[in-house]
């Protein structure tokens, strides 16, 4: 009947308390239970071990604690605690930091006390003795930090660590359980993911709103704001016919295999995020133009389009090392803990054959999990022609459009390396030249702000600034690390502690903490863990290397949740997706994905070797 009610979607929903309740009390639950001892220590080493390890070095060095030394000598202790949890025991990647590794780890520094903690260590300090302190350093963070022995106001501290875990565990359990069901609107999760940690102390009210802000979430912002300029002075259309006039036969097949042919190796050299905001104008585009007064709807084609480039954007990543900070953290990591390099070219020679494997392998599951009734997009094509010889020659806004967007391209592709060379004073960040650039369209008279407020998805904005909020808890409380732990150790007495079972655990578990939280922390979590652990099973052999970039590839693998990657929130906004769409073909490439690393490992990786180091 043409009055029955239509079912709500997305944000037309309203609160399914059936289904919410279920979360709501598993929340609490979690948080009632009794505290495992491996969670009070976790808690203890992140509250307490960097304060107690510092003191501890001041000490060794100087004979006196950090409470009571001179600023330059802090400024040593301080540096040495921070190498020490990065696993960089040596005196060389010591002398190698400067002020910019500093102020990165929230060191307060300045050149003239730099320069003596430098003048110190280099004179004063031998390799042998340097690694000594380190490592009796390393074992009072990890073995010997005794609760019993903490001072009072110690703790408290270390209690209040443990209680902001324990949350952050719970806050998993509900967010996830809300983002697959959408028993509340996603949104709305993001917010209660800030109310959560505010009414249970993790961080404090004038906190919480920084904490929601990043440079992706600015990215999300901006990007979805030059996609409207695109849309609206139909740049789009042009961008489109040129990439597809040259088909043949434009099924989607085809066009899909495109997207992956173009996004993947790109997502390799540049940012992925920026890739989805290139191309999902595109995909809009042409599912809009494909329907017919016989198929005025059909979802299918519009996910199938839609998840085709976010997956595409999210296969790439690992094929180079400049294809996200996972792989230059895996790299850092295994330089600092072993003195192992891998070199650029070297990377790409290691792991392109993943990403040239995922694109038919990813491709095809896209094509076989949707069914679009719509399968030629020709009618798409002839639309998109005759609009544009409607608009006849390019005029001034499509002009500024395309000159905005292509500075902005430029400045996202470049801002990092022209700040590493000292071109660009500060560092800028994508995020920051995305809502440049949407600034820049409304200066030009491209658009106006009615534009921007009714076309952006502000709900997935929001979205995404929960997903960071989320992270970054995960990341600071020490959670992440609890649960790589965890489950290792409950793995290991299973046979799973040497040879490819490790990383085969390694791999899934840095698979999972990718879907909750940025690939990079998920990467920093996992990999001290995993590495430690290869250099005691297999010590100087190719399975560090091979951990290494393994653990950096799985944690490009959130195929699953909307908020494991920018990507997948960018396309979100198209409004074609529901989240079980992403589980739909992330589910099966995960564990594809996941075996393809490890016969990778056993076949390709092992076939090459790695230097001089003999096979594992």
Known sequence: MSNSKKKAT?????????????????????LALPTSQGMKKVGMQYSVGPKVVTNYISEQLFGSGSATVEQWQVLTARMMEQNMRMGALSKKRFMSRNEKWAKKYKIPVDSVNLAKARDYVEK?????????????????????????????????????????????????????????????????????????????????????????????????????????????????????????????????RWISLIFFVVISPLAAFISDHALAAMFLPIGMLLYQNSLTDEIPEDKELAKMLMITIAMACNVGGPGAPSGGARNVIMMTYLTDMFGMDIGYAQWIMYCMPFVLVMIPVTWLACNMLFKPRITSLAPAMRHLESEINK??????????????????????????????????????????????????YLLAGVVNWRDYQEKVDWGVVWLYAGAIIFGRTLDQTGAAYWLAQSCIDMLAPLGMSEGLPLMLTSNGLTAVLTNLMADGPAAAAVGPITLNMASIVHPGTTFLPFMAMSTAVASSFAYCLIIGTPPNAIVYASGYLEPKDYLRVGIPMWFVANILIILLTAVYWSGMGFGNLPSF
Not at 400 to 406: G, K, V
Request: hydrophobic share 55%; aromatic share 16%; charged share 15%.
């Open 10 to 30: 997305g944000y037309d929903k309203f609160v399914n308390w059936k289904m919410l309740i279920i979360p709501v009390i598993l929340f609490f639950v979690i």
């Open 391 to 440: 608009m006849g020659r390019w005029n001034r806004n499509q002009i500024w459009a395309m000159i905005i967007f292509l500075v902005m391209v430029f400045g996202w592709f470049t801002e990092k390396a022209f700040y590493n060379i000292g071109i660009y004073p500060i560092r800028l960040g994508i995020g920051v030249i995305a809502v440049a650039g949407a600034v820049a």
């Open 124 to 252: 004063s300090i031998s390799d042998e003795g340097f690694f000594k302190i380190m490592k009796s350093a390393y074992e009072l963070r990890v073995n010997d930090l005794n609760y019993s022995n903490l001072s009072d106001r110690d703790k408290k501290n270390a209690d209040e660590g443990t209680w902001k875990i324990k949350v952050a565990i719970a806050m998993v359990v509900f967010v996830v359980f809300c983002f697959m069901t959408e028993c509340m609107p996603l949104p709305g999760v993001a917010f209660c993911i800030g109310l959560i940690l505010v009414f249970s102390g993790v961080v404090s009210r004038s906190q919480v709103a920084g904490l929601y802000w990043d440079d992706a979430v600015w990215f999300i912002m901006g990007s979805l704001m030059f996609a409207t300029a695109f849309v609206k002075t139909g740049v789009d259309k042009r961008v489109c016919m040129l990439m597809f006039k040259k088909l043949a036969v434009p099924n989607v």
